[in-house]
């Protein structure tokens, strides 16, 4: 009895022994021999037939490796097979990706190694992702750092993979390792992309005490010895957008969280409600450029895994945030943190010793102002509550034009910390349509500041749970409150809860921009001083209408009558709006504001800054946001046609007409590279016929009978006194991209000649501005040489002014130029005939002779008294806003009474010459 043993010999060939024991031999052998058990005993003359036998068997055996070992379990093939591949697609078809997130992966450089990473380690996940970044042409994952993907594998694979570990550990007597072989390394830089999580439940055990295994370490290492950059993408898959609460409730104990759910509660959710889980990408992060950073270099390989893998999780925890807000407390959470805190009690103490009041009542007094302010944030409320206005829009609105990038650039800041957004106050549709917009592109709504007359019952409650929380009109006197008020505002921003404020204080009745009012923005800047927040990014909006809906009630407020409280009935009588249609909404996102970047003008952050400092640069902060709004206003075609019908010089127009002076505002629109509404954009003549007839219809203008016997005249028309003040509504919706225009034409016009040079308007465009401060938020960034030079450009553009052949800084004025300058003027004749009025008024009124509400109110009869006789053209300058900033204006000059006959006769003399060129 002999056993036949064949094994490799040095040289490649095969040597054959007799023995009576079986040395370890490797799998391709042992398969042969396992073949040919049988045939072992037979006589030595047929060996050659046996040995031939063998080499057949082992050949194919070693083709089937493909010549390597490199046949591992976390490699996933691109292309798993047709039933694997359709099985996932279908079963994953509820899962949503948009195209701005995989356009993150599509920028990436092409020979970069990509390296998809995800917080918690999920099968559920890496499975969507294979099979749908496939499907999308992009970067798949084939590579899963710490899965074994068995089942799914095609059966030649798997054999492939139990072949080759079992050869290896025969021949080397060892395990197969992806890591010591360099298999990772080879199949990344071969254009294999790869997939790592971050927190797994061994985790730990694996990165400290066996640190050769930790993925981040490999690839750290990877990182540093190749060329290619290393890319390595945060992947958030969102089953819920309900944010953290810190109570797990009964579900969330046995099926998981909705952050981390269960494979269970998974299922349940991906077929329960399709399209309700999505999938956002996170910045991809450069490995090689955050591994140069000096704290991070520094550091050993260990360490900077230990700091990569610190960064991704933040970065997936901030990005999480802004989609699902932070962690929920409930209301008497918030008020028993703020209540506690240090610096309240400080300040309740001082208080109550100062004024010698028992402590007890402080902070009962306290507590009442909490509840007074505090909003009570329901998530699954804000849900139901977008349902809502979301139909309510759709059936009043043709639509919300908004940017496409800029809800993805509102998410890039709010990963830096909470974003403070800043719209213009027309309607009170703006409650509603920006945080339905947000909430729609899977941002959290945000909390809303509200003026506590919106506070009445039953809406009060329903508007606290959609994140109001509500201030008084004014804070004079009441010291305990306003403490109170800026430690509830600070206590949002520690939290990281968004806020949008209205800075005008209330909706704008005229149309245009109001002057910012700067208390809440100082709160806000004072809790950012004091450490509220990492970042605060203030992100200005213009919200516009091609019509509001409170436009009666606009023009009763405007002509003097009274504002009608916000009551249920008004709530109930707003149900006709329903049936009526308004138009578009336009919204457009301006230059974003850094709190950080504000005071790094002033001082370092930390330092002590005076409060004169301060003052100035919470004032340069409103006026910045101001004139950005402005900056972004979308022109619609009822604007521009307003301002035309409004600026004609002629009481009965036709539409050739009109077109004249479209064209010049157009052409000065282009050069300011103004955003027109997109029917602008497409068809400039049939949306202005289109704004037209909407006048034509509403009875704002109306149609004149041509006289008799002329032929094929064109269709004339004339505005309807009545309804100017509307028009001047529409008109002023975007006045400000006119009114350096209309400064510049002015001083050109008071020039009283066809040729001057720049440094003459400099006096009357300053003058001019100091005049209108009240009217309008000027650029605090651009000074009136800056903007005369880029009007007088515009001109040129426009062939209203040509520059002189020789002389420097002179121009001439063209023959249609005279006409064009009187356009722009045009913009600012109503207010210097409500200016006039009320100048009039201070030239007759006695010494402490009226209160304000009493001084208003003569002030409007002197105005309809100077309208009927003649004296002032416009009706629309009959506007209790305008007699208001009038008044305030000529306090601040020192004008109370005719005994100021200077000053008055100063002002007098400059609007009567101002005006004479109009």
């Known amino acids: 009895m002999h056993s036949l043993l064949l094994f490799n010999a040095p040289d490649g060939g095969w040597v054959r022994q007799e023995r009576k024991h079986q040395p370890l031999i490797s799998p391709c052998d042992f398969g042969a021999l396992l073949f040919i058990n049988d045939f072992c005993h037979r006589p030595m003359t047929q060996n050659r037939t046996i040995e031939n036998m063998i080499n057949r068997i082992r050949r194919r055996l070693e083709k089937a490796l493909d010549g390597t070992h490199d046949h591992y379990f976390l490699f996933f093939p691109k292309d798993p097979g047709r039933l694997v591949r359709m099985g996932l697609r279908l079963f994953y078809t509820g899962v949503r990706m948009d195209p701005e997130q995989t356009a993150v992966i599509s920028a990436l450089p092409r020979n970069a190694v990509i390296v998809y990473a995800v917080k918690y380690s999920s099968r559920f996940e890496y499975l969507f992702y294979h099979n749908r970044m496939g499907d999308m042409g992009l970067p798949c ?10 089942a799914l594998q095609p059966v030649r694979r798997i054999f492939q993979v139990l072949l080759a570990h079992l050869d290896h550990f025969f021949r080397n007597r060892s395990r197969l390792d992806p890591y010591k072989s360099g298999y990772i390394k080879r199949s990344l830089t071969d254009g294999h992309a790869g997939y790592v999580t971050l927190l797994e439940r061994k985790g730990i055990h694996r990165r400290l005490l066996k640190t050769k295994k930790d993925p981040l370490r490999q690839l750290i290492e990877i990182q540093k010895r190749i060329d290619k950059p290393v890319y390595i993408v945060p992947q958030l898959m969102f089953f819920s957008r309900t944010p953290h609460r810190n109570i ?4 969330d104990i046995l099926f998981g969280t909705e952050e981390r759910p269960g ?7 991906l077929f329960k409600n399709p399209g309700k889980v999505f999938v956002e990408t996170s910045d991809p992060l450069d490995l090689n450029t955050f591994l140069s950073q000096p704290e991070v270099a520094s550091e050993n390989l260990v360490q900077q895994a230990v ?3 610190r960064h991704l999780i933040e970065q997936i925890n901030r990005h999480r945030q802004t989609i699902t807000g932070p962690t929920i407390k409930t209301r008497e959470e918030i008020k028993q943190d703020i209540l506690t805190g240090e610096r309240l009690n400080e300040f309740l103490v001082h208080h109550a010793g100062s004024r010698e009041i028992p402590l007890p009542k402080v902070r009962k007094e306290a507590d009442d102002y909490l509840d007074e302010i505090a909003a009570n944030y329901n998530p699954s409320f804000v849900r139901f509550a977008s349902v809502i206005v979301k139909w309510i829009l759709e059936s009043m609105f043709e639509g919300v034009s908004i940017e496409s990038n800029a809800v993805n650039r509102i998410r890039q800041f709010s990963k830096k910390g909470p974003v403070i957004f800043v719209p213009c106050h027309k309607s009170h549709v703006d409650y509603l349509v920006l945080p339905c917009v947000l909430y729609t592109h899977n941002m959290p709504a945000p909390h809303i500041v509200a003026g506590n007359n919106l506070s009445f019952w039953p809406l009060g409650p329903l508007f606290r749970m959609g994140g109001a929380f509500f201030i008084r009109r004014s804070f004079r006197g009441a010291v305990l409150y306003a403490r109170v008020f800026s430690e509830y505002v600070h206590k949002l921003l ?25 208390g809440f923005l100082s709160i806000l800047l004072s809790a950012f001083k004091n450490g509220a927040c990492e970042e605060l990014t203030f992100i200005p909006i213009f919200i516009g209408y091609d019509r509001v809906l409170e436009e009666s009630a606009y023009l009763n407020e405007v002509e003097g009558g009274q504002k009608e409280s916000e009551s249920l009935l008004q709530v109930i009588k707003a149900r006709k709006f329903l049936r009526r249609r308004y138009g578009r909404i336009y919204i457009k996102m301006g230059e974003a504001t850094s709190a950080r970047s ?19 640069m919470v004032r340069t902060l409103g006026y910045r946001l101001a004139h950005a709004i402005d900056s972004v206003a979308v022109v619609t075609p009822h604007a521009l046609a307003a301002s035309a019908i409004l600026n004609t010089q002629k009481p009965v127009f036709t539409r050739r007409h009109l077109w004249k002076d479209i064209e010049t505002y157009l052409i000065h629109l282009n050069f300011q590279n103004a955003t027109l509404a997109d029917s602008l954009v497409l068809d400039t003549q049939t949306a202005i016929d289109n704004a037209l007839g909407d006048y034509l219809q509403r009875k704002f203008i109306e149609t004149v009978s041509p006289k008799k016997g002329a032929a094929d005249a064109e269709t004339l028309y004339q505005i309807k006194e009545n309804q100017r003040p509307n028009l001047e509504y529409y008109k002023n919706n975007t006045i400000a991209f006119f009114i350096p225009a209309a400064f510049t034409a002015l001083a050109i016009l008071e020039t009283d000649a066809f040729q001057f040079s720049a440094s003459n308007l400099h006096a009357s465009y300053s003058a001019l501005q100091e005049f209108f401060r009240l009217e309008f938020a000027f650029s605090v960034d651009r000074t009136p040489e800056y903007l005369i030079r880029k009007t007088l450009k515009a001109f040129i553009d426009d062939a209203i002014l040509m520059p002189h052949p020789t002389l420097p800084d002179t121009y001439n004025l063209t023959s249609s130029g005279f006409r064009k300058l009187k356009s722009f003027a045009a913009f600012l004749k109503t207010f210097f005939e409500a200016y006039e009025v009320v100048l009039g008024f201070f030239e007759k009124a006695p010494k402490n002779g009226f209160s304000p509400k009493d001084r208003l109110r003569k002030i409007q009869a ?6 009927k006789l003649k004296q002032i053209e416009r009706k629309e300058s009959l506007s209790k806003i305008y007699y208001q900033n009038a008044v305030d204006f000529f306090l601040s000059q020192g004008i109370k009474s005719r005994e100021d006959e200077e000053k008055i006769v100063f002002f007098a003399d400059m609007i009567r010459r101002f005006r004479a060129y109009m």
Do not use: C, H, W
């Not at 494979?263 to 349940?268: A, E, M, N, S, T």
């Not at 404020?501 to 009745?509: I, L």
């Not at 005071?599 to 100035?616: H, L, M, W, Y």
């Open 141 to 150: 994952p084939e590579i899963a750092f710490g899965f074994r993907t068995v």
């Open 248 to 251: 797990r409730t009964l579900v």
């Open 263 to 269: 494979r269970l509660r998974r299922v349940v959710t």
């Open 307 to 309: 700091l990569l893998r």
């Open 494 to 518: 520690e939290e990281g809860f968004n806020i949008k404020v209205f800075m005008e204080g209330g909706r704008s009745r005229t149309g245009k921009l109001l002057v910012p009012k700067l």
């Open 598 to 616: 504000l005071f790094s003008e002033v001082a370092n952050i930390g330092d002590d800054i005076p409060q004169k400092v301060f003052n100035r």
């Open 862 to 867: 002197r105005g309809n008294r100077m309208y």
